[in-house]
């Protein structure tokens, strides 16, 4: 809740669902498609002031295309109260099944919006069938050793493109978690989301594979992204959808 020129305001972030051929559209188009969801639920949503007032949401870090998830999250401010579950149930009811929410939370005072709060993302990455690389057709244990390898390096270095031009990224501590799942046969990943690195999944398995003097076919990675985190007040990771109450 917050109070901007003595308007009461209430703020929730909502954890939803991408699936399916949804996966296929873009960051601007899931923003549009939230805005006439909102209208269609007929949301009590609060609206920017001046000559062209829009709804206030903001949204975490985009999800690139072709990429499932069920970590994203969307902060929305109401001008009324309404319950978490009652706002859940309006925006699914006026949803696709393909895009669902997940959980409502309430959020507190002074808390920071999803965009800025985000510090890393979880990802499950696998490779489609025929196109797995030498390196991960191996048995899970010498995979393992691979990333263990590829990890216990002095640094990893990542190229970024930004404004200036390219330039050079240690990411070695920016990889939070890195391992072989051999319950689901993918890589699970931890990694750095915030607005400073982002580091893209495909560009790490890219990095391990160049350690591993291997390479990737074109369109051969299934990437599916868990979940997304921010910090505690302790500077743990934890899920963004654990910040608010049920009420």
């Known amino acids: 809740m917050s109070n901007e020129n003595t308007k009461t305001y209430f703020d929730y972030r909502v954890r939803f669902s991408k ?49 499932e998830s069920d970590g994203e999250y969307m902060d929305l401010r109401m001008n009324s109260y309404i319950s978490c579950s009652e706002l859940k149930d309006l925006i699914n009811a006026h949803s696709v099944p393909e895009i669902q929410a997940i959980s409502v939370k309430k959020l507190p005072e002074k808390s920071g919006n999803a965009m800025a709060s985000v510090a890393a993302a979880e990802y499950y990455i696998g490779f489609k069938e025929g ?63 915030s607005s400073g690195y982002n580091i893209k999944p495909a560009a790490l398995i890219e990095l391990l594979l160049k350690f591993n003097a291997d390479s990737m076919q074109d369109n051969s990675l299934m990437i599916y992204r868990a979940d997304t985190y921010t910090r505690d007040e302790n500077g743990a990771l934890i899920s963004m959808g654990d910040i608010g109450s049920d009420e």
Request: charged share 25%; with cysteine; glycine share 8%.
């Open 19 to 67: 699936h399916g051929a949804i996966r296929y559209i873009g960051h601007l188009d899931v923003m549009r498609y939230f805005q006439k969801v909102i209208r269609r639920a007929e949301l009590d949503i609060a609206y920017t002031g001046g000559y062209s007032p829009h709804q206030i949401t903001t949204f975490a870090q985009p999800l690139g295309v072709g990429i």
């Open 131 to 193: 196109r797995v690389p030498g390196c991960f057709s191996k048995n899970p244990e010498e995979i393992t050793d691979s990333i263990k390898r590829f990890l216990d390096q002095e640094s990893i270095i990542l190229v970024k493109e930004g404004k200036a031009g390219l330039r050079e990224v240690d990411i070695k501590d920016r990889i939070f978690s890195l391992s072989w799942d051999t319950e689901e046969n993918c890589i699970h990943a931890i990694v750095d989301a």
